[in-house]
C-alpha cells in the first residue's frame, strides 16, 4: 500500500509557472514508477509525466519543454514543474505510484490538486 499526498495547485496566469509536490509513504518508494496525470472537466484522465523507477522519464506531448518531472527517492517525493502554463492546462492533477509484480499491477492515486490557469 502506497499513500499519496499532493501539494501545490492553485491559480495562475498564462505563461506563469506552477510546482505540485507529491509525498508518499507506506511502502518502499523507490521501487515504484510515479507520474502526474490530470483530468480537465468532461475529459479522460490523461498522463502528463511519468518517471521509472530506474529514472527514466517520459513526457505527454503538450508537456514536452515546459514540464519537469523529478523524485527524490530519500524523501519519499516526486514533483512536476510547470512552467509557461496554458489555460489547457487547467485540470485536477493527480499523483500515481505504479508498480508491476509478475503478471500484477498495482496502481495508487492521490487526492488530487486543482491547477487553474486563467488570467
Known amino acids: 500500500q502506497v499513500q499519496l499526498v499532493e501539494s501545490g495547485g492553485g491559480l495562475v496566469q498564462p505563461g506563469g509557472s506552477l510546482r505540485l509536490s507529491c509525498a508518499a509513504s507506506?511502502?518502499?518508494?523507490?521501487?515504484?514508477?510515479m507520474g502526474w496525470y490530470r483530468q480537465a472537466p468532461g475529459k479522460q484522465r490523461e498522463v502528463v509525466a511519468r518517471?521509472?523507477?530506474?529514472?527514466?522519464?517520459n513526457y505527454a506531448d503538450s508537456a514536452k519543454g515546459r514540464f519537469t518531472i523529478s523524485r527524490d527517492n530519500a524523501k519519499n517525493t516526486v514533483s512536476l514543474q510547470m512552467n509557461s502554463l496554458k489555460p489547457e492546462d487547467t485540470a485536477v492533477y493527480y499523483c500515481?505510484?505504479?508498480?508491476?509484480?509478475?503478471?500484477?499491477?498495482?496502481?495508487?492515486w492521490g487526492q488530487g490538486t486543482q491547477v487553474t490557469v486563467s488570467s
Open positions: 518517471i521509472r523507477s530506474g529514472g527514466r522519464i
Open positions: 500515481n505510484a505504479h508498480r508491476v509484480v509478475g503478471t500484477a499491477e498495482f496502481d495508487y
Open positions: 507506506g511502502s518502499i518508494f523507490s521501487i515504484y514508477a
